[in-house]
């Protein structure tokens, strides 16, 4: 397993120093690591499916269905139309702004912190890393500390495709996340619970920053006659 420092503001201040340099939204670099991260996800699949047996007790075709093959084919999606993506798209002026011409560029936010839940954690670290790079952002993972396995290959992985500085993985628990909320993130990314993603949700406005949520919800579920619930 890759380690890396503990110390939160110079990882942040490295990513920020990254992103100035406009390396993050250079359409080269976005393809190849992309494209890397594609090849070392088939390459370390059985290493994947372990962890995540390990963590989980997942059966090798779920894991392999929703996690590795779902990310397989984002990746492919990035890939196939980052170029398109990235062109301006030109837009209808109103007659008083004549002879003016309008158009739409894409420009990524900066530095995103990415919080990931137990229960899909490769999956749920790894697809919105995958928007956020695709994108030309930095991004910092912390995987949830339920996983420690999957965590593991996470920051592993994470380490062997991309610069600290463009991408990186901080493990930990309650007290980490909570550290991390303290830093003027560009962006926040967290799937969890109602009360953690609160926590996100003041983050966000603290620091004037988006914030995108996938929170729980209720769950229903059909209890047969013959249950006994005593």
Request: glycine residues 6%.
């Amino acid at each position: 397993m890759a380690e890396y420092p503990q110390d939160f503001q110079a990882i942040f201040q490295k990513q920020k120093e990254f992103f100035e340099t406009g390396r993050s939204q250079g359409l080269s670099l976005r393809r190849d690591r992309l494209s890397l991260l594609s090849q070392e996800l088939e390459r370390r699949t059985e290493e994947a499916l372990e962890a995540l047996q390990a963590d989980l007790g997942k059966p090798a075709l779920e894991a392999w269905l929703a996690e590795i093959h779902f990310l397989r084919c984002e990746l492919r999606h990035c890939l196939k139309h980052l170029k398109r993506w990235q062109r301006p798209q030109r837009v209808a002026n109103p007659f008083y702004f004549w002879p003016a011409r309008s158009e739409i560029r894409r420009q990524p936010f900066g530095r995103v912190l990415i919080a990931s839940p137990w229960n899909y954690p490769l999956q749920l670290s790894l697809s919105p890393l995958i928007s956020a790079i695709a994108a030309g952002n930095c991004a910092i993972i912390k995987p949830s500390e339920y996983a420690p396995q999957t965590s593991a290959f996470i920051s592993d992985l994470i380490a062997s495709v991309f610069d600290p500085g463009h991408a990186t993985v901080i493990t930990g628990g309650a007290a980490t996340g909570e550290a991390l909320l303290n830093l003027p993130f560009e962006f926040f990314c967290y799937t969890g619970g109602e009360k953690v993603g609160r926590f996100y949700a003041e983050a966000g406005a603290r620091h004037l920053s988006p914030v995108l949520l996938e929170l729980g919800g209720k769950c229903p579920a059909l209890i047969g006659r013959d249950v006994n619930l005593a």
